[in-house]
């Protein structure tokens, strides 16, 4: 029963499990901490600019309305990450790109761990460089695993491996989620924060044994290359590279489109969330640990999803059918949201959005870049995740913030701007499928005879 259960959902060959549950491993590490700072980033900022809030043009912009500006700020960093990002993988391999993120990322834990309890009083300025450095880890740790492991995977090792791998990171979110929730109001935020370090360390010696073992080991990856490689490239500007190789190419300006369309609705959902949390929770810490319930939410249904459809779906179905799981969910949870607009349904909406999207969205999208080159894996998938991710959001700012200004009262109303976006994300899902599988085919017999 066992055997046949591990047959139809996690087709895994023997040779390939070692990489799988040390890129599961890893990605649990990554979104762990993710989760162990999102409940903070987002409680901070919601308390220090409900009690301080900013006056612009005539807005007076508090709690959650603030947090908006934050993703605008979040995507000027952003941009210039990418052109360190792109800089970077001209010069070093992917596993001392990591460590050297790893590095980057422990000396500010250190940092905002030992500011943390004193920040409010520092002013807004420390405040929004907590928030951005919490926002920016997603962006650059994420988005590099991914990179690292499309480096290292053909379409059809994604399609039986990422199931699993992205197994290890719904849990890790549970994991960190589940201990902010438990913990943030006995041992405080400092804590917290300085036990990200223990993992940060972890990740780059567990992405050193995973390069090395694979480039020992393997016969059919796509890349393997010698510890001191790094990739080609012209002498182009930094900044600019990865969306030069996006925008030469219909199918990666699918997968921009396809993550931007995402970004853009969840950010909705994700501001009518904090409307309400804001309304109707009061206490800085109770906000912490409401945040941090919803992402245990989050995280076990991932699990079950993981665990029951994600490889399920990609090797018996395709993609195309995967992608579709998550915009087809977040139009029943807008309708559910408009016609039941309370604190519990928006948890509600926002829990189905996140767990799909973490779970089965994340390994089908994913697995959109495996038939790509390697520069594409690196700088045009840097450029998608780190750039056009933000730029999508400050869109969704812009509509969140002009909309209840000048038009609606009521944030639910807001559901109704998604329907649109949703109908442009399916139409553009059903073009990447046919894209997806046209290059796979082309491409795996190339791997093959490697």
């Not at 308390?47 to 043009?57: C, D, K, L, N, V």
């Not at 004193?118 to 962006?139: C, K, P, R």
């Not at 993609?319 to 977040?330: D, E, G, N, Q, T």
């Given at each position: 029963m066992i055997d046949r259960l591990r047959k139809e959902f996690f087709d895994i060959r023997s040779g390939e499990w070692p990489k799988a549950i040390g890129l599961s491993v890893y990605f649990f590490l990554v979104i762990a901490i993710f989760w162990v700072l999102k409940p903070i980033k987002r409680g901070l900022v919601i308390?220090?600019?409900?009690?301080?809030?900013?006056?612009?043009?005539g807005w007076v912009l508090s709690g959650a309305q603030a947090e908006q500006l934050g993703k605008v700020l979040n995507m000027v960093v952003a941009f210039a990450v990418v052109g360190l990002f792109t800089w970077l993988v001209r010069r070093y391999a992917r596993h001392y790109l990591i460590l050297i993120f790893c590095g980057v990322f422990g000396a500010l834990f250190l940092f905002f761990g030992s500011i943390i309890h004193?920040?409010?009083?520092?002013?807004?300025?420390?405040?929004?460089?907590?928030?951005?450095?919490?926002?920016?880890?997603?962006?650059v740790m994420v988005a590099t695993f991914w990179s690292f492991a499309n480096d290292l995977n053909t379409g059809n090792q994604a399609e039986r491996l990422y199931g699993i791998v992205g197994l290890g990171g719904v849990v890790g979110g549970f994991?960190?989620?589940?201990?902010?929730?438990?913990?943030?109001?006995?041992?405080g935020r400092s804590s917290l924060i300085f036990a990200c370090l223990v993992p940060t360390?972890?990740?780059?010696?567990?992405?050193?044994?995973?390069?090395?073992?694979?480039?020992?080991?393997?016969?059919?990856?796509?890349?393997?290359?010698?510890?001191?490689?790094?990739?080609?490239?012209?002498?182009?500007?930094?900044?600019?590279?990865?969306?030069?190789?996006?925008?030469?190419?219909?199918?990666?300006?699918?997968?921009?489109?396809?993550?931007?369309?995402?970004?853009?609705?969840?950010?909705?959902?994700?501001?009518?969330?904090?409307?309400?949390?804001?309304?109707?929770?009061?206490?800085?810490?109770?906000?912490d640990a409401f945040f941090g319930v919803v992402g245990q939410a989050t995280s076990l249904v991932s699990i079950g999803v993981q665990l029951f459809a994600t490889s399920f779906v990609m090797k018996r179905y395709s993609?195309?059918?995967?992608?579709?799981?998550?915009?087809?969910?977040?139009l029943a949870g807008t309708i559910g949201f408009v016609a039941l607009p309370t604190l519990a349904f928006v948890?509600?909406?926002?829990?189905s959005d996140n767990a799909l999207n973490y779970s089965i969205n994340q390994s089908a999208k994913e697995a959109l870049y495996t038939p790509t080159t390697q520069d594409e894996k690196y700088k045009a998938k840097s450029f998608i995740d780190m750039f056009i991710q933000?730029?999508?959001?400050?869109?969704?700012?812009?509509?969140?913030?002009?909309?209840?200004?000048?038009?609606?009262?009521?944030?639910?109303?807001?559901?109704?701007?998604?329907?649109?976006?949703?109908?442009?994300?399916?139409?553009?899902?059903?073009?990447?499928?046919?894209?997806?599988?046209?290059?796979?085919?082309?491409?795996?017999?190339?791997f093959a005879t490697a």
């Open positions: 308390s220090y600019f409900g009690e301080h809030p900013i006056r612009m043009a004193q920040i409010e009083a520092l002013g807004s300025a420390a405040v929004w460089s907590f928030y951005v450095t919490g926002d920016i880890w997603t962006t994991v960190g989620a589940t201990m902010v929730s438990g913990l943030v109001e006995q041992v360390v972890a990740i780059g010696l567990l992405a050193v044994w995973i390069h090395r073992r694979e480039c020992q080991t393997a016969t059919d990856t796509p890349c393997c290359p010698e510890e001191d490689a790094v990739l080609d490239h012209e002498e182009e500007n930094a900044f600019l590279e990865g969306g030069k190789l996006v925008f030469q190419s219909r199918y990666l300006l699918g997968i921009a489109a396809v993550l931007g369309l995402y970004e853009m609705v969840s950010n909705i959902v994700d501001f009518q969330l904090a409307v309400i949390v804001e309304q109707q929770i009061t206490a800085a810490a109770e906000r993609v195309k059918v995967a992608l579709l799981f998550l915009p087809i969910a977040i948890g509600f909406m926002s829990v933000r730029a999508a959001k400050v869109a969704s700012v812009a509509l969140n913030l002009g909309l209840t200004a000048l038009v609606i009262t009521d944030a639910r109303w807001l559901s109704l701007a998604v329907g649109v976006l949703l109908v442009a994300w399916i139409v553009v899902i059903r073009f990447l499928g046919r894209q997806y599988e046209a290059r796979k085919e082309a491409d795996e017999p190339a």
